[in-house]
């Protein structure tokens, strides 16, 4: 039997099982594809807290309500409203939501007990981060995976310097500047998911954690974890879908090519392809932010030697910065507000940048980093 804890946009519950418990973590709001909001990201940051002291709790497994989404992302809207109110910073609502959901990301990176992500339909964004921090992260099927920032000024965050930084090769930096879509296979491949498992095995694998024998050991108990989920990836095989980026990877490899970030983007964009998955890369950075191109690439370069908790630091930095920039709030309104998809960017191309605009994102706007405190 389930022990419900609370209803809430997210639900806890604790399941028992042969030993101990599993602490099941749902994202509950459908209605906007389970997207993070502050009081979500509290949420899951005090519960996370409670089980890790909590010898009961053996493993988490971590979940977004429906078949939709596993999480869309952040709630943009909300940021647009905090950025829109007061232009120039601070903008308190989106810099509190940025310094707590990077502080929840890392405690998931850095969590010792097992935490198994099921990561079913859309992930992005914030839900990305949210997947990628856990210990072991299932896709499906349907999982459909993208960071298109660029398209709204933003960059790959939530530990997104951390994640594409480590996938094979130019692969991280062309997902960041372009936007594209991946599947289950592609996650795999860039390793921000471990295993395949076609979806309609989900029931079987929670029975199949519960009828773990689980020990007071963490190290123990993530090798249950994996003995677990192993005969369902097995099982899975045929049914896992065909990857883009790692047939890519030769040409993503030579578009990237090079020290200067404008000869990058412009061979990225000037491609003359048929390839659709190529083709719609090209589009999402040539239709993006010049800005934010500039930013996404330089942030990878400045954290690409970065320990964990130095590239959330410096992920709160640039947020900080580029939330307070007009040219964030023009994207999302763009986008996601007036749906015109026509936005005003304040550069044409990237050349067209000066330096010190873009010096100034990678510069401290407070006395004291938020996050200074991780370790």
């Not at 099921?118 to 964004?125: A, C």
């Not at 860039?190 to 989900?202: L, N, Q």
Request: glycine content about 8%.
């Amino acid at each position: 039997m389930e022990e419900p804890l609370m209803s809430a946009p997210v639900l806890f519950a604790e399941l028992p099982a042969a030993a101990g418990k599993v602490g099941r973590i749902t994202l509950s709001v459908e209605s906007t594809l389970n997207s993070l909001t502050l009081e979500m990201v509290d949420l899951l940051q005090a519960q996370l807290d409670a089980w890790a002291e909590d010898d009961d709790i053996a493993a988490v497994f971590v979940e977004g309500a429906g078949e939709k989404a596993f999480c869309a992302g952040g709630d943009v809207q909300a940021l647009y409203r905090s950025a829109t109110e007061t232009p120039g910073g601070p903008c308190e609502y989106a810099e509190a939501f940025f310094a707590r959901e990077y502080r929840m990301n890392y405690t998931l990176h850095t969590y010792a007990k097992p935490l198994l992500c099921w990561g079913h339909g859309i992930v992005m964004g914030g839900g990305l981060g949210v997947m990628a921090g856990c210990s072991h992260r299932v896709v499906t099927e349907r999982t459909r995976i993208a960071m298109p920032e660029i398209t709204i000024a933003l960059f790959p965050d939530v530990g997104g310097s951390w994640f594409l930084n480590h996938a094979p090769g130019k692969t991280g930096e062309f997902l960041a500047l372009t936007g594209a879509s991946i599947n289950a296979a592609d996650a795999i491949y860039i390793g921000i998911a471990d295993r395949f498992i076609g979806s309609e095995h989900k029931q079987a694998v929670i029975d199949a954690l519960l009828a773990q024998q689980w020990s007071a050991s963490a190290e123990g108990n993530h090798a249950l974890v994996r003995h677990a989920l192993r005969p369902f990836a097995e099982r899975s095989l045929s049914a896992s879908p065909a990857g883009q980026v790692e047939p890519h990877a030769a040409t993503i490899a030579q578009l990237l090519d090079g020290d200067d970030v404008h000869d990058i983007i412009d061979r990225i964009t000037g491609q003359e392809t048929d390839d659709p998955w190529l083709a719609k890369a090209r589009d999402g950075l040539a239709h993006g932010s010049s800005l934010a191109a500039l930013w996404i690439h330089r942030q990878l370069w400045e954290t690409r030697h970065a320990g964990l908790a130095e590239v959330f630091q410096s992920e709160i930095q640039l947020a900080t910065n580029v939330v307070r920039h007009p040219e964030f709030a023009e994207g999302v309104r763009a986008l996601l507000i007036d749906k015109d998809r026509n936005p005003a960017w304040q550069y044409p191309c990237s050349r067209d940048v000066p330096q010190s605009v873009i010096d100034a994102f990678f510069t401290a706007p407070w006395d004291e980093n938020p996050l200074a405190d991780l370790a």
